[in-house]
């Protein structure tokens, strides 16, 4: 009999790395329900990504939408147990470190359905990032941890857990590979923009930590705004809406080397990243992508999970602070020599599913 399992996404990167997991599972004829909590819930964030990704439409759609961190989670447990008491399945897959994937573990683990998280052992070492106590909390509930990188399988070693735990490399790797090729012949966005490859800078800004934060987001775009380069900024809803909120809106908008322009898909977002000469961004999936694309990254925190872009020296850590903006901006280069593809070989979903199955 197929094995049944429940897989519970509800950000963008997580439909990001459930692609190939589940193009894999349709491939061996597994059994996989799909729930999408709608944690993102607009068009750019959402729809297009299951149309670009070719993935199926989810089989439960919750709609709990935005609130505060209880509210979300809370919601969603409540929810996602409603479809795992009528589903019944054997395990219940959760990726990355959202309220949905909390949700998802913690709605499982409750009712003894076996829990398998993809992304495990990643640490920043900040408790004050809700993503941080996310993926603590679902690593320390699981049965399969599917690790990334070495580094995860030693932070999960060193919290005492060793059992179920595997070196898979990265789903995101394996999506990367697929997607290229199809962003650069199908996307017309650099067309659209009217840009050239690298003679622009890429920026995204979404987490808490910088949108929340007036002093934080004000510093950042004033580095944007100052440094004099052309940076391409795709605007999540949320860091819009701190914009307006905190009056900083005009001062981006009369910029004349800012282009503000609504969050894109997927593979819009591969070519833009690929053809940026470097990349300024607090998200963590966007942190890999540039190192996979070689592109110099600069990141607006103070911590990363990923840790091995900046052994490897391709990315930096400058938080919000304007002026170590502005200095990475003109000064910081990737030597160029080292990179030890830490993140797998492209064919950690496959060894996933092989995994599971077995």
């Given amino acids: 009999m197929a094995m049944r399992v429940v897989t519970v996404v509800g950000a963008r990167p997580q439909f990001i790395k459930m692609a190939p997991v589940s193009r894999e599972f349709e491939r061996v004829g597994g059994d996989e329900i799909i729930i999408h909590t709608g944690q993102h819930y607009d068009y750019e964030m959402d729809e ?3 149309e670009q990704l070719k993935i199926r439409e989810p089989d439960y759609y919750l709609g709990v939408g935005s609130g505060s961190h209880g509210y979300q989670t809370g919601e969603m447990l409540k929810r996602i147990e409603e479809v795992l008491m009528r589903e019944k399945p054997d395990l219940v897959l959760v990726y990355g470190d959202t309220n ?17 998280h993809v992304e495990a052992g990643l640490r920043s070492f900040d408790k004050r990032m809700p993503e941080e106590v996310n993926r603590v909390l679902t690593d320390h509930v699981s049965d399969y941890l599917f690790a990334p990188t070495e580094t995860a399988v030693k932070n999960l070693y060193n919290e005492g857990i060793r059992k179920g ?4 490399g990265d789903v995101m790797y394996d999506a990367l590979l697929y997607n290229i090729k199809i962003a650069r012949k199908n996307s017309k966005i650099l067309k659209e923009l009217g840009l050239k490859p690298k ?8 987490r808490a930590e910088n949108t929340d934060n007036k002093e934080n987001l004000k510093s950042i775009i004033e580095a944007f705004v100052e440094s004099g380069e052309l940076i391409v900024f795709p605007v999540h809803p949320r860091t819009r809406k701190y914009l307006e909120a905190y009056g900083l809106m005009d001062k981006i908008k009369t910029a004349e080397n800012v282009m503000l322009i609504p969050p894109v898909g997927y593979l819009d977002m591969l070519v ?3 053809n940026a000469r470097k990349i300024l961004t607090d998200s963590g999936g966007v942190q890999k992508e540039a190192y996979f694309l070689k592109v110099p990254c600069i990141t607006l925190r103070e911590r990363t999970e990923w840790v091995e872009t900046i052994e490897d020296g391709w990315n930096v850590l400058v938080g919000a602070n304007k002026e170590k ?7 910081f280069e990737p030597n160029g020599e080292i990179y030890t593809y830490k993140f797998g070989d492209g064919d950690a979903s496959e060894k996933i599913v092989k995994i599971l199955v077995s």
């Fill in 165 to 168: 735990v595997y070196l898979t």
């Fill in 48 to 50: 297009v990504f299951f």
């Fill in 325 to 331: 903006i502005l200095k990475a901006i003109k000064e």
């Fill in 272 to 274: 833009l990243e690929e």
């Fill in 199 to 206: 003679e622009y800078l890429l920026a995204t800004v979404h």
């Fill in 100 to 116: 949905s994937t909390l949700a998802g573990a913690l709605a499982a683990v409750k009712l003894h359905i076996k829990v398998a």
